[in-house]
Nanobody, 125 residues
Framework: VQLQASGGGLVQAGGSLRLSCVASGRTFSDYHMGWFRQAPGKEREFVAAISWNGGSKYYADSVKGRFTISRVNAMNTVYLQMNSLKPEDTAVYYC???????????????????WGQGTLVTVSS
């Protein structure tokens, strides 16, 4: 699976952005999808995950209530709607795919099979 993330940019604190990740090469609905982020000087961390059919979602505590993950299988796309952005949300955001041969959602990087190239989100104070 090839993953192409987009939608990053510069936004003021309190603003919103929507990230997109388009998949190609395999059947999109064969994968659970996740978003991770990596801030400067920090390790990559889990942000959100969604099951293959959108029926299950899971969020990191730091983004719960502000971010929403969704997917449109007909468009091979997963989204991350980010509202009420904070300076600490500044990071490179990555989408990732996890095969449905594993039934559960995961917060662990090494349990994802494919990764996109990342898109930079900068939140100014």
């Amino acid at each position: 699976v090839q993953l192409q993330a987009s939608g990053g940019g510069l936004v003021q604190a309190g603003g919103s952005l929507r990230l997109s990740c388009v998949a190609s090469g395999r059947t999109f609905s064969d994968y659970h999808m996740g978003w991770f982020r990596q801030a400067p000087g920090k390790e990559r961390e889990f942000v959100a995950a969604i099951s293959w059919n959108g029926g299950s979602k899971y969020y990191a505590d730091s983004v719960k209530g502000r971010f929403t993950i969704s997917r449109v299988n007909a468009m091979n796309t997963v989204y991350l709607q980010m509202n009420s952005l904070k300076p600490e949300d500044t990071a490179v955001y990555y989408c990732a795919a996890r095969s449905t041969s594993s039934w559960n959602l995961s917060t662990l990087m090494n349990e994802y099979d494919y990764w996109g190239q990342g898109t930079l989100v900068t939140v100014s104070s």
